[in-house]
């Protein structure tokens, strides 16, 4: 299976700044990952999908780029509802693998 | 509105078996694949399983093969999951996502979950 490893595994950030996360796919997955936000005991939200594509209705400070390996999310001007967990999915092939997540916290 | 409301989670013993559901509504289920995700207390998400749109294909997850089977009536607009020969280790929260697929020019096909239920609780425990 491919692995997803995300880095960093925490991260803390003001409201206002400007927050990048990394994915790198065990193997090149072309651009076939997607993003996901968790807030705490909800279920997911997508974000991202086909690395860099915004979902409809995410609002346009979250962005993805990459392919092959390295991915990045970005979030400008963090608001107070960002502080979350975010994952990254890779649907190159089966079995689907996600990242172990990376919780962006109040500084 | 679109929705989807999994069902039928709960504590059973190890080596038991249980079989999760996911209702569906707002939307035509036949023209969306489907998958189940699950998430163990206080760790990371974890795909599961999908299914085509009609039901003649479907995927697993490693650890779950031979013991898990996705299946789907469309008819009924339901999903279900049925779990068997349970452990330890299947204990998560299991959500019910749509994919809605998207392609590119070439016809390349993309996962993206965009509607989520609020996941029923699965207990292994003697």
């Known amino acids: 299976a491919i692995q997803m490893t995300q880095s960093p595994s925490s991260l803390s950030a003001s409201v206002g700044d400007t927050v990048t996360i990394t994915c790198r796919a065990s193997?090149?997955?072309?651009?076939?990952l997607g993003w996901y936000q968790q807030r705490p005991g909800k279920a997911p939200q997508l974000l991202i999908y086909?690395?860099?594509s915004l979902q409809s209705g995410v609002p346009s400070r979250f962005s993805g780029t990459g392919s092959g390996t390295d991915f990045t999310l970005t979030i400008s001007s963090l608001q107070p509802e960002d502080f979350a967990t975010y994952y990254c999915?890779?649907?190159?092939?089966?079995?689907?693998?996600f990242g172990q997540g990376t919780k962006l916290e109040i500084k | 509105e679109e929705q989807v409301v999994e069902s039928g989670g709960g504590l059973v013993q190890p080596g038991g078996s249980l079989r999760l559901s996911c209702a569906t509504s707002?939307?035509?289920?036949?023209?969306?694949?489907m998958t189940w995700v699950r998430q163990a207390p206080g760790k990371g998400l974890e795909w599961v399983a999908n299914i085509n749109r009609d039901g003649s294909q479907s995927n697993y997850v490693n650890s779950v093969k031979g013991r898990f089977t996705i299946s789907r009536d469309n008819a009924k607009n339901s999903l279900f999951l049925q779990m068997n020969s349970l452990r330890a280790e299947d204990t998560a929260v299991y959500y019910c996502a749509r994919d809605v697929t998207h392609s590119d020019i070439s016809g390349h096909y993309f996962d993206a979950f965009d509607t989520w239920g609020q996941g029923t609780m699965v207990t292994v425990s003697s």
């Open positions: 086909a690395a860099s």
């Open positions: 193997q090149g997955i072309r651009n076939d």
């Open positions: 707002g939307f035509t289920l036949s023209g969306y694949w």
């Open positions: 999915l890779q649907d190159y092939n089966y079995p689907r693998t």
